[in-house]
């Protein structure tokens, strides 16, 4: 397995399955303005490539809406998010066994 390292990737190129309005628009909103100010998440999303620069969301989903939130606030600063981005089933797996255990 390769070393799955931390990569910037651009908020528009990720696709989420979870909807918007299971989180409150306030804490979104809130937390946009968090991402602004500290031009960062830092609760990296966990992605799996989709194509060349393309992500389907794999974990991260409150993050994910919250950049969404702050690139609709500023685009210019709200438009790329931090990401491990994974490209096997294997990584997929070991990563998923650490959400479960570390979250």
């Known amino acids: 397995m390769r070393r799955i ?4 990737i651009l908020v528009e190129n990720v ?9 409150s628009e306030l804490k979104l909103d809130h937390a946009a ?6 031009q960062c998440v830092i609760n990296p ?8 620069e ?8 409150f993050e ?4 969404v939130r702050a690139r609709e606030i500023d685009p210019k600063f709200g438009e790329s998010i931090n990401a491990f981005i994974i ?13 479960e255990l570390f979250r």
């Open 5 to 8: 390292l931390p990569s910037i």
């Open 15 to 23: 696709q989420c399955h979870i909807s918007r309005t299971t989180f």
């Open 33 to 38: 303005r968090l991402i602004l100010v500290a």
């Open 45 to 52: 999303l966990i992605v799996r490539r989709s194509g060349f």
């Open 54 to 61: 393309s992500y389907i969301l794999i974990n991260g989903y």
């Open 64 to 67: 994910y809406w919250s950049a």
């Open 87 to 99: 490209e096997t089933d294997e990584e997929e797996t070991t990563i998923r066994k650490q959400i």
